[in-house]
């Protein structure tokens, strides 16, 4: 495999670890609000609270790729 290619790969595996993130979070929103009874945004800044720092969730799990990598 070309560097090239491991770059797109990678790439590919980031936006695949955003995504699905995102579905977690989405997830807890949806739960919240039924069992919470609060509004969409209100249930979102609780699943965010609840969910944690996504930036540095998400690059932490980098970082663990790289050392595989290596």
């Excluded at 979070?25 to 800044?45: T, V």
């Excluded at 609840?50 to 595989?68: H, Y």
């Amino acid at each position: 495999m070309s560097w090239f290619e491991r770059i797109f790969r990678r790439r590919r595996l980031y936006d695949e670890l955003s995504e699905e993130i995102r579905e977690h979070i989405e997830e807890k929103i949806e739960q919240i609000m039924r069992l919470e009874n609060l509004s969409r945004p209100e249930a979102r800044q609780a699943a965010l609270r609840a969910f944690g720092n996504v930036t540095l969730l998400e690059e932490r799990s980098r970082g663990v790729w790289q050392w595989s990598t290596l």
